[in-house]
């Protein structure tokens, strides 16, 4: 069975510091997507970024990129520039077309300081 | 116009009722869920249907019973609530082959 691994229950952030989240994933699969969602306290889940494990390169999405490291099945996503917006739960989450449907990690809290 | 919208966002009940939670999505999609997040945060995956066919039916108490009339609805009918109901409930849709899921703004449910 697929797992998806957030070990950190929180992180905080300086505005406009550079902030890293860690997730990690179990799989015997080799065609799977992975995905950060962020979800504020408005409760929406809203997709941040996405990556095809095929691709070799790591996807970015303006402030958000990711380090896609395939062979250790490590999957971070990194926040530029943060910002007071960016308070929020994030979720890692992966699929495979295998059983169709996203797993999510726990998630992890993150704060922004002003 | 709201991608994935679901009614109502509140519910409060008692014990014992049956309630319902709808979902309507119109981004055209195929793949409909249903997902539960608990007081932890932590979201898991109930239901998945296809083209109105369920395809997904993870450990859930037969209490709670998904229906699509087409493809465009996914709609949550719970029978005789309890305490341990309590949660928000996330509708969601996708596409075959694209892969993201589009969620619905929730549904807080409330059992007392």
């Known amino acids: 069975a697929q797992t998806v691994t957030q070990s950190q229950p929180e992180m905080s952030v300086q505005e406009a510091e550079t902030v890293t989240l860690s997730c990690t994933y179990d799989?015997?699969?080799?065609?799977?997507?992975l995905f950060w969602y962020k979800q504020p306290p408005s409760r929406q889940m809203i997709l941040v970024i996405r990556?095809?494990?095929?691709?070799?390169q790591n996807a970015t999405e303006n402030r958000f990129s990711v380090n896609f490291q395939k062979a250790a099945k490590s999957f971070s996503l990194k926040i530029s520039d943060s910002q007071l917006g960016d308070a929020a739960m994030y979720f890692c989450?992966?699929?495979?077309?295998?059983?169709?449907?996203?797993?999510f990690g726990k998630g992890i809290t993150l704060s922004v300081r002003p | 116009d709201t991608a994935v919208s679901q009614t109502p966002k509140y519910l409060v009940t008692q014990m014992g009722n049956d309630k319902s939670i709808k979902c309507e999505q119109n981004?055209?999609?195929?793949?409909m869920y249903w997902y539960k997040q608990d007081s932890k945060k932590f979201l898991k995956i109930m239901f998945s249907?296809?083209?109105?066919?369920?395809?997904i039916n993870e450990t859930v108490p037969n209490r709670f019973s998904p229906k699509s009339p087409d493809k465009a609805h996914l709609n949550l009918h719970i029978n005789s609530l309890e305490l341990g109901d309590s949660a928000v409930y996330f509708c969601?849709?996708?596409?075959?082959?694209?892969?993201?899921?589009?969620f619905g703004q929730g549904t807080r449910l409330t059992v007392v």
């Open positions: 989450a992966y699929y495979t077309g295998a059983n169709s449907k996203l797993t």
């Open positions: 969601a849709s996708s596409q075959v082959g694209v892969t993201e899921a589009f």
């Open positions: 799989t015997s699969e080799s065609d799977y997507y």
């Open positions: 990556q095809e494990a095929y691709k070799q």
């Open positions: 249907y296809n083209n109105k066919e369920l395809i």
């Open positions: 981004l055209g999609h195929d793949t």
